[in-house]
């Protein structure tokens, strides 16, 4: 089964942008969808986007995520970023080829990665 790392979290100032990658093992991530989610601190994890199976590309707002097949990857791309968008940033896949906010038809977490947006 397929095995997710997170990682290019970091200390971002605010009005900068990140990248973020999920890294798979274990299977091909082109076989899944794969959402980003966010838990900032004391607030419930919430959904940010995902790429349904047979996408390459997902956008919304100030957030794009995109595959990278050849290196089993996807990342995701937060431009402009604010102080509220300090949080532990996952992925997390699924074998339904749509795409789904809800957190529980994902079977496969990522750890996690911290953001802190601070001047």
């Known amino acids: 089964q397929v095995q997710l790392v997170e990682s290019g979290g970091g200390l971002v100032q605010p009005g900068g942008s990140l990248t973020l990658s999920c890294a798979a093992s274990?299977?091909?991530?082109?076989?899944?969808?794969v959402g980003w989610f966010r838990q900032a601190p004391g607030k419930e994890r919430e959904t940010i986007i995902c790429?349904?199976?047979f996408s390459g590309t997902a956008a919304k707002g100030r957030f794009f995520s995109s595959r990278n097949i050849a290196k089993n990857t996807v990342s995701l791309q937060v431009r402009n970023l604010e102080s509220e968008d300090t949080a532990v940033y996952y992925c997390?896949?699924?074998?339904?080829?749509?795409?789904?906010?809800?957190?529980?038809?994902?079977?496969?977490w990522g750890q996690g990665t911290q953001v802190t947006v601070s001047s």
């Open positions: 790429i349904s199976k």
């Open positions: 274990g299977d091909a991530l082109d076989r899944y969808s």
């Open positions: 997390a896949a699924q074998q339904n080829p749509a795409c789904s906010r809800q957190q529980t038809s994902y079977d496969h």
